[in-house]
């Protein structure tokens, strides 16, 4: 699979989980879940392509997980930096600190396993 | 008549052995190196303008066999185009009668020299494989080396490796040159010799099999022997038929009667060496051909697969080792999904306080 359709693959399974996973964190957002899980999933899709393309261009591992890890951090401040409609609460922490560890692992993901253009099969 | 002194004959023996290069297109220049069979010159190429190896059978031992055999060497290689083998430019003969062939001239370290330079246990393995492949290639060209040791193998500047000295090299068709059953009389072998003679090769690298001179029984799986000593070698700085190896160190010759070289020392020599490895330096050099690797790309593959993180044929695996290898192989993924669950509980946890 090529490097950005990984992130892209990689990033919405996350995405998913990372959303889902709120109910644990903050189970008081119950009845927004699916706003949360299609939100979550769109960002990590987002962060998996920008780490997908930068993995077309430089090979490497750590430069990857950086990548990842930034795109995450941004994306989730954007999303957190949006209150709770009900409660008018920001949950910084709670969205900005899985969202960057899911970006470094979609980031890690797409430097080990994706396909460079021109790369043999198998 | 005054008399000559010592230093004087020296002087006049040296220049006597000298090979005369009148009638050819090479200028002499210094000794490079010297081995049983012949030696080694650096020489200018009158015609092409450049600096090419000379290899010369040596003046006290130009018999007949031994100017075929050099022949036979230049022959072989020329046969094998591969990065990892010297090319050979030309073969001639010096007005004495004399056999030479003109090769590249190799600029490098030995693999003896070299491998205390190489760091890291990747880049041994690394540079290892890059041995295999030259041998692989001969191997499939019906070439067996049977010399394979450090000292015959080159490492480049830019870690490109040349193997050398094919002297003793067979070809699968060819008859072989002595039989199994009469006593084998080997020969000892100085640091770049191979020694010639019923039994061919380096006792400290060599097959068992060959070593017992049942050249029957030599096919390519004596190389998978020897490149097995060398990356024990690589690994531990010690061959299976010596304590310890360097460069310094005088090599051992071998008076004594044909006999296998002693067994893998044990793994406390080497207290780090993974036991992968370990188990697949014991399958290549395992007294019996059968239990070796079949092929040298088996061995290189088993290696390869080592430096993957993946499972190596040599080695099996209970469930304990396996998981240790999957966490080793996947470290980094392991860390980031630790990390993230530790950072998931203790949002938890802060969040019902």
Same mark, same amino acid.
């Given at each position: 699979m090529n490097k950005p359709l990984l992130g892209l693959v990689v990033g919405g399974v996350l995405g998913i989980f990372d959303g889902l996973s709120a109910l644990l964190s903050a189970p008081e957002v119950a009845p927004q879940i699916m706003g949360i899980v299609i939100g979550s999933t769109v960002k990590g899709m987002l962060v998996g392509a920008i780490a997908g393309f930068v993995a077309r261009k430089v090979s490497s591992v750590a430069i990857g997980i950086a990548v990842g890890l930034a795109a995450g951090l941004l994306l989730a401040w954007l999303v957190a930096?949006?209150?709770?409609?009900a409660t008018g609460k920001h949950y910084y922490w709670e969205i900005m600190l899985p969202g960057s560890l899911a970006g470094a692992l979609v980031g890690w993901a797409t430097q080990r396993y994706g396909r460079r253009p021109g790369e043999a099969r198998g | 008549m005054k008399e000559l002194g010592d230093q004087a004959l020296d002087h006049l023996?040296?220049?006597?052995?000298?090979?005369?290069?009148?009638?050819t297109r090479y200028e002499l220049g210094e000794e490079v190196a010297r081995g049983g069979m012949g030696v080694v010159y650096s020489a200018r190429d009158r015609e092409l303008e450049r600096v090419v190896a000379l290899k010369v059978v040596a003046a006290e031992i130009a018999d007949p066999e031994t100017v075929a055999r050099l022949r036979r060497e230049a022959r072989i290689i020329a046969h094998l185009e591969h990065p990892g083998i010297v090319p050979v430019h030309d073969v001639g003969a010096l007005p004495?009668?004399?056999?030479?062939?003109?090769?590249k001239l190799v600029t490098g370290k030995r693999l003896d020299a070299q491998a205390r330079e190489v760091p890291t246990l990747g880049e041994r393995l690394r540079l290892f494989l890059r041995i295999c492949e030259p041998v692989a290639f001969a191997h499939a060209h019906g070439v067996i080396h049977r010399d394979l040791k450090p000292q015959n193998v080159m490492v480049g500047p830019f870690g490109e490796v040349l193997v050398m000295d094919w002297g003793v090299a067979k070809h699968r068709e060819e008859p072989p040159a002595s039989r199994s059953g009469a006593p084998p009389t080997p020969r000892p072998a100085s640091d770049h010799d191979t020694a010639h003679g019923t039994v061919l090769g380096t006792p400290?690298?060599?097959?068992?099999?060959?070593?017992?001179?049942? !050249?029957?029984?030599?096919?390519?799986?004596?190389?998978?022997?020897?490149?097995?000593?060398?990356?024990?070698?690589?690994l531990t700085g010690q061959t299976p038929g010596r304590t310890k190896?360097?460069?310094?160190?005088?090599?051992?010759?071998?008076?004594?009667?044909?006999?296998?070289p002693a067994a893998l020392p044990s793994r406390r020599l080497a207290p780090g060496l993974p036991r992968a490895l370990e188990a697949i330096c014991g399958k290549a050099l395992a007294p019996d051909p059968d239990g070796r690797y079949a092929t040298v790309d088996d061995l290189a593959a088993d290696v390869g697969r080592f430096l993957e993180g993946e499972r190596v044929s040599a080695y099996p695996e209970n469930a304990w080792r396996k998981a240790r290898r999957f966490a080793g192989r996947h470290r980094?993924?392991?860390?980031?999904?630790?990390?993230?669950? !530790?950072?998931?509980?203790?949002?938890?946890?802060v969040a019902r306080v």
């Amino acid at each position: 699979m090529n490097k950005p359709l990984l992130g892209l693959v990689v990033g919405g399974v996350l995405g998913i989980f990372d959303g889902l996973s709120a109910l644990l964190s903050a189970p008081e957002v119950a009845p927004q879940i699916m706003g949360i899980v299609i939100g979550s999933t769109v960002k990590g899709m987002l962060v998996g392509a920008i780490a997908g393309f930068v993995a077309r261009k430089v090979s490497s591992v750590a430069i990857g997980i950086a990548v990842g890890l930034a795109a995450g951090l941004l994306l989730a401040w954007l999303v957190a930096a949006m209150p709770d409609p009900a409660t008018g609460k920001h949950y910084y922490w709670e969205i900005m600190l899985p969202g960057s560890l899911a970006g470094a692992l979609v980031g890690w993901a797409t430097q080990r396993y994706g396909r460079r253009p021109g790369e043999a099969r198998g | 008549m005054k008399e000559l002194g010592d230093q004087a004959l020296d002087h006049l023996r040296e220049v006597a052995q000298e090979p005369d290069l009148s009638g050819t297109r090479y200028e002499l220049g210094e000794e490079v190196a010297r081995g049983g069979m012949g030696v080694v010159y650096s020489a200018r190429d009158r015609e092409l303008e450049r600096v090419v190896a000379l290899k010369v059978v040596a003046a006290e031992i130009a018999d007949p066999e031994t100017v075929a055999r050099l022949r036979r060497e230049a022959r072989i290689i020329a046969h094998l185009e591969h990065p990892g083998i010297v090319p050979v430019h030309d073969v001639g003969a010096l007005p004495d009668g004399r056999v030479f062939y003109a090769m590249k001239l190799v600029t490098g370290k030995r693999l003896d020299a070299q491998a205390r330079e190489v760091p890291t246990l990747g880049e041994r393995l690394r540079l290892f494989l890059r041995i295999c492949e030259p041998v692989a290639f001969a191997h499939a060209h019906g070439v067996i080396h049977r010399d394979l040791k450090p000292q015959n193998v080159m490492v480049g500047p830019f870690g490109e490796v040349l193997v050398m000295d094919w002297g003793v090299a067979k070809h699968r068709e060819e008859p072989p040159a002595s039989r199994s059953g009469a006593p084998p009389t080997p020969r000892p072998a100085s640091d770049h010799d191979t020694a010639h003679g019923t039994v061919l090769g380096t006792p400290a690298y060599m097959a068992p099999e060959q070593a017992r001179g049942e !050249v029957d029984r030599v096919d390519a799986r004596a190389d998978v022997y020897s490149l097995g000593a060398i990356l024990l070698f690589l690994l531990t700085g010690q061959t299976p038929g010596r304590t310890k190896a360097s460069p310094e160190e005088p090599t051992r010759t071998w008076a004594g009667p044909a006999r296998p070289p002693a067994a893998l020392p044990s793994r406390r020599l080497a207290p780090g060496l993974p036991r992968a490895l370990e188990a697949i330096c014991g399958k290549a050099l395992a007294p019996d051909p059968d239990g070796r690797y079949a092929t040298v790309d088996d061995l290189a593959a088993d290696v390869g697969r080592f430096l993957e993180g993946e499972r190596v044929s040599a080695y099996p695996e209970n469930a304990w080792r396996k998981a240790r290898r999957f966490a080793g192989r996947h470290r980094t993924a392991i860390a980031l999904v630790v990390a993230y669950l !530790v950072m998931r509980i203790v949002l938890l946890v802060v969040a019902r306080v």
